[in-house]
C-alpha cells in the first residue's frame, strides 16, 4: 500500500512537468519569486541520500512498529534512488530554466484572460458574485473598522504611539510574546496548543448540540516543507478512526506566532473551527459521503472565522485583553487579505507594495507577511473567502434571530454542519427555510 504510490511519485513528477510545459507555451507560469521557493522545496526533498530521506526512516519505522519485513524499506529506497531522485532531478532543471525569464510581476493580470480568471477564481472560492474593484472596496472597509477596535484596547494598555500596525508589531517584539525559536521552544508551545484544544472541548456543550467523535490534536508542520506551507492548517481524521485529526502550525520561526494570538489560531484550526465543522460533516449520518467530504472554500473558512468569534462571545478573554487583540488581529489580517488579494490582482500591486501593506496594516511579522503574499500570488481569490465567508456566517444568523426572537437557540442554529459545506448562496437558502419567523 506504501510502495505503490511511491512507486507512482516519479511518473506523477514527471507528469507536472509535461503540464507545466504546456502552460508555458501559453505563457502562463510563475513570478521568479516563487520559482525560488519551488527550487528551494525540491532541494529540501532532494538532497539527502535516498536512505536518509524521510520518505525512507518513516517507512521503516512504521514497518518495524508493525512487525513486517524490513526489507520493504530497501524497497522504498531503491524507488526513490533508482526513479524518484532523477525525476526530482529533471523538474528543478526545468524550472531553474524558467526562472531564467520569469518576470517579478505577482498578479495574473500578466496572464493570457488574467481579469476574467481573477473573476472566476474569487468566486469559485467565495461562491458569491463578489468582482475584484467591491472585494477590494470592502476589505479597505473592515480594516478601519477593525483597526479601530484594536487601537482602543492598545490605549487601556498604555500603548498610544504610533499606527496600530506599528504597536503591533512592538508588542510582537516582546520577550514575554515569542517562544525561544528552538526545538524546545517549539515543543512548548505545542503542549499550549493542546492545553487550549482541551480547555475548549469542555466547553463546547454550551454551544453545540452534535460534538465529533473524533480528537484533535496540535502539530508541527513538518520541517521539510514549512518553507512553503501556509502558518496553519487542518487535517481530519480518516473515517476508520484510526489516529485523531491534526491541527498543524508552521514554526519555521516562533517570532512569527506570537503568544498572544495563538489561542485564536487554535480556535480557528481546532475547536470550535475546522474540527467542528469538517468532523461534523464526516461523521453525520443523515448526508451522503460525497456531500460528507464537499468543500467549499467561503463556507468552510467562514466558518472558521465565525468560530473565532464565537470563542471570544463565549468569554474565553475576559481579563486577557491581550489576547484579544490577537482575536482582533486576526480578524484584521482576513479583512486585509481582502485588500492585498486584489491588490496584487486587479490593482497590479507588486510583491512589495501587498507584503508593506500587510504588515503596515497588521503588524505581522515580515517573514510570516511575505509567505502569505506568495501564497496568494498563486492561489488567487481563495485568500478573499475568509471575510466573505465570516461576513455571511454573521449575517445569516442575525436573520435568524431577527426571525425567530427569544425562541432563538443558537445551539441549534450551529446544527447546520451536520449537513455538511455548501456554496454560501445554498447556505442562505437553508438558512432561510430552517429559521423563518
Known amino acids: 500500500a506504501y510502495l505503490a504510490p511511491l512507486a507512482a511519485f516519479a511518473p506523477a513528477v514527471d507528469q507536472d512537468i509535461a503540464r507545466q510545459r504546456e502552460d508555458e507555451a501559453k505563457g502562463v507560469f510563475a513570478p521568479d519569486y516563487i520559482l525560488d521557493t519551488s527550487l528551494r522545496l525540491l532541494q529540501n526533498l532532494r538532497e539527502k541520500p535516498a536512505a536518509q530521506s524521510s520518505l525512507v526512516t518513516g517507512f521503516a519505522a512504521k514497518l518495524k512498529a508493525a512487525g513486517l519485513p524490513e526489507a520493504r524499506a530497501a524497497e522504498a529506497e531503491k524507488l526513490i534512488a533508482e526513479r524518484l531522485h532523477p525525476a526530482l532531478d529533471r523538474q528543478r532543471a526545468y524550472v531553474e530554466q524558467l526562472r531564467a525569464k520569469a518576470t517579478h510581476d505577482a498578479g495574473v493580470w500578466r496572464l493570457p484572460d488574467g481579469e476574467a480568471f481573477y473573476a472566476a477564481a474569487a468566486e469559485a472560492s467565495n461562491t458569491t458574485s463578489l468582482i475584484g474593484d467591491e472585494i477590494h472596496k470592502l476589505g479597505l472597509e473592515q480594516v478601519a473598522d477593525i483597526s479601530s477596535r484594536i487601537d482602543a484596547i492598545l490605549k487601556t494598555q498604555g500603548m498610544t504611539q504610533g499606527s496600530v500596525g506599528e504597536r503591533l508589531v512592538a508588542l510582537n517584539k516582546q520577550p514575554n510574546q515569542v517562544y525561544p525559536n528552538t526545538d524546545e521552544g517549539k515543543a512548548e508551545?505545542?503542549?499550549?496548543?493542546?492545553?487550549?484544544?482541551?480547555?475548549?472541548?469542555?466547553?463546547?456543550?454550551?454551544?453545540?448540540?452534535?460534538?465529533?467523535?473524533?480528537?484533535?490534536?496540535?502539530?508541527?508542520?513538518?520541517?521539510?516543507?514549512?518553507?512553503?506551507?501556509?502558518?496553519?492548517?487542518?487535517?481530519?481524521?480518516?473515517?476508520?478512526?484510526?489516529?485523531?485529526?491534526?491541527?498543524?502550525?508552521?514554526?519555521?520561526?516562533?517570532?512569527?506566532?506570537?503568544?498572544?494570538?495563538?489561542?485564536?489560531?487554535?480556535?480557528?484550526?481546532?475547536?470550535?473551527?475546522?474540527?467542528?465543522?469538517?468532523?461534523?460533516?464526516?461523521?453525520?449520518?443523515?448526508?451522503?459521503?460525497?456531500?460528507?467530504?464537499?468543500?467549499?472554500?467561503?463556507?468552510?473558512?467562514?466558518?472558521?472565522?465565525?468560530?473565532e468569534q464565537l470563542a471570544d462571545e463565549m468569554g474565553v478573554y475576559e481579563g486577557n485583553p491581550l489576547g484579544r487583540v490577537g482575536y482582533l488581529q486576526s480578524l484584521l489580517f482576513r479583512a486585509t487579505r481582502l485588500v492585498v488579494d486584489s491588490g496584487l490582482h486587479v490593482k497590479r500591486w507588486s510583491r512589495e507594495q501587498a507584503t508593506d501593506y500587510l504588515i503596515g496594516i497588521t503588524g505581522i511579522a515580515r517573514g510570516r507577511s511575505q509567505n502569505e503574499i506568495d501564497r496568494y500570488t498563486v492561489w488567487p481569490g481563495q485568500a478573499t473567502s475568509y471575510k466573505i465567508g465570516h461576513t455571511v456566517w454573521n449575517r445569516l444568523r442575525d436573520q435568524a434571530k431577527s426571525a425567530q426572537g427569544q425562541s432563538f437557540d443558537l445551539r441549534r442554529f450551529h446544527e447546520v454542519l451536520t449537513l455538511g459545506a455548501m456554496p454560501l448562496s445554498v447556505l442562505e437558502r437553508v438558512m432561510g427555510e430552517r429559521f423563518r419567523a
Request: charged share 20%; aromatic share 12%.
Open 189 to 307: 508551545l505545542i503542549g499550549l496548543l493542546n492545553q487550549q484544544i482541551a480547555a475548549f472541548y469542555k466547553r463546547l456543550p454550551e454551544a453545540f448540540i452534535t460534538l465529533p467523535k473524533a480528537p484533535v490534536e496540535a502539530r508541527r508542520v513538518p520541517v521539510e516543507i514549512q518553507a512553503g506551507a501556509p502558518g496553519g492548517y487542518y487535517e481530519n481524521a480518516p473515517l476508520d478512526g484510526s489516529r485523531p485529526a491534526s491541527y498543524f502550525i508552521n514554526l519555521r520561526d516562533t517570532f512569527d506566532r506570537p503568544t498572544f494570538g495563538l489561542a485564536t489560531l487554535t480556535y480557528h484550526e481546532a475547536v470550535p473551527g475546522h474540527h467542528l465543522q469538517v468532523s461534523l460533516a464526516l461523521e453525520s449520518t443523515s448526508i451522503p459521503l460525497i456531500r460528507r467530504r464537499s468543500f467549499f472554500s467561503g463556507y468552510s473558512e467562514g466558518w472558521a472565522l465565525y468560530a
